[in-house]
């Protein structure tokens, strides 16, 4: 098992990795399929009963460490498999889309952010961090379960969503003097060069969030999504 | 001087550490008092005619690594002396209060946010994480050499403002029913506990920000505060 600790072995086969209690318990209670279970002793004299799984181990707290991604193991390591894209093209929601976000803690921020604001459908340019790295999944807060996240080509996909696409450009309106429309894609940039020309394009509401104090050079990436979600969503 | 990567030394001495050129640049362009210069030859050569410090010392990349907060330190240490606290008590403006902020990249981002929306002056609980953090200094991309940042008694502070005091809470009234007043103060609590109830029993205007998913439990605190900042500084 503790090959899945490779990236790469659970791209292979479309699962991956979940950890700790508190996510465990979000897993559980999601649409994903459990393929795997393996915990403490301890753990599993709570939750043995609730596990829908196709294979349970009790595993030691040394062989817990063995598996985990992180400093502290705790408790209980599960296997689950990935998601299948859904066409959200006909979608009458708000769609958040990522363009080359870097940041495993910027991602997981962005996907709790959107579950806040009732954001469904994520759609991702196929070089943005993938969503199953375990440190998008922890800081998600468990959003990962509840948000339908896919990986595109996606100034193509933005060319053809047939929506309004709002993106944050230095030459953009003010927010407040901008209308909101829904259904329509919130397109969030890479942290450091912002959104890439080729999904700029694409971009129709290009909108700026005020500079007022103008002496800071930018916002951090994940704060910004959170201002425009709220302004959008609300 | 490697002894200045104890915090102690540094609370000592009323000092605080800046790396790299970045920040070095954005040290030397701001009102706060260099002491002590680091650098390698390399950076020396293009910037020793504009410095202004008690002492600059030319030093090896092996030795500028024993000095480092870092893993890849970068081409320039600095000490720097801490601002005198101000009282913003009869400030014009907004105001950003933290209460228990314990997270250096949480802070970090809240500055960066707070100087993006022109907030100067920030006060913090008493045990809320240091400003002078390297992590915090680092991720607020500059902006704690362009806001004031005070820690005081928060709770009496607020008592004695005299203005409105804004702040988070689950019974609320939501963002868009409420009006905005300046000058005001905006308070930001604890990452997972929230306002404490001491500070919280001072808040006149509590707000929420609407849980329009109704799945996620949480914002993350730096999301909140901008989002919050945003509404009251536009």
């Known amino acids: 098992m503790a090959a899945y600790r490779l990236q790469k072995r659970c791209d292979e086969e479309a699962v991956f990795v979940v950890e700790g209690p508190k996510m465990a318990a979000e897993a559980m209670t999601s649409a994903f ?23 349970t181990f009790e595993v030691s707290p040394m062989e817990l460490e063995r598996l985990s991604n992180f400093k502290t193991p705790n408790q209980v390591w599960m296997l689950l498999e990935r ?20 940041d495993p803690g910027n991602l997981g921020t962005m996907l709790r952010t959107a579950d806040w604001f009732g954001i469904r459908h994520v759609m ?14 922890q800081s998600s807060m468990g959003a990962v ?3 339908q ?14 929506i309004p696409i709002y993106g944050a450009s230095l030459q953009g309106q003010p927010l407040n003097n901008t209308l909101t429309h829904t259904p329509a894609v919130l397109l969030i ?3 450091s060069r912002g959104i890439s020309p080729e999904a700029m394009s694409q971009v129709t509401h290009p909108v700026l969030i005020p500079n007022i104090g103008g002496t800071a ?3 951090n990436a994940a704060v910004a999504a959170g201002i425009l979600m709220h302004w959008l969503a609300s």
Chains 1, 2 share one sequence.
């Open 149 to 162: 996240v896919d990986y595109v080509d996606l100034p193509q996909w933005l060319a053809s969503c047939g």
């Open 33 to 55: 399929v459990i393929r795997t279970v393996c915990a403490t002793a301890e753990w599993l004299s709570v939750h043995a009963d609730s596990i829908v799984a196709s294979e």
């Open 124 to 137: 991702c340019s196929s070089d943005t961090v993938s969503c199953y790295n375990p440190k998008v999944v």
């Open 217 to 219: 050079e930018s916002l």
């Open 145 to 147: 379960f509840r948000t």
């Open 83 to 102: 998601k299948q894209p859904k066409d959200c093209r006909n979608s009458k929601e708000l769609i958040l889309a990522l363009d080359k976000i870097q």
């Open 189 to 191: 940039g890479n942290e």
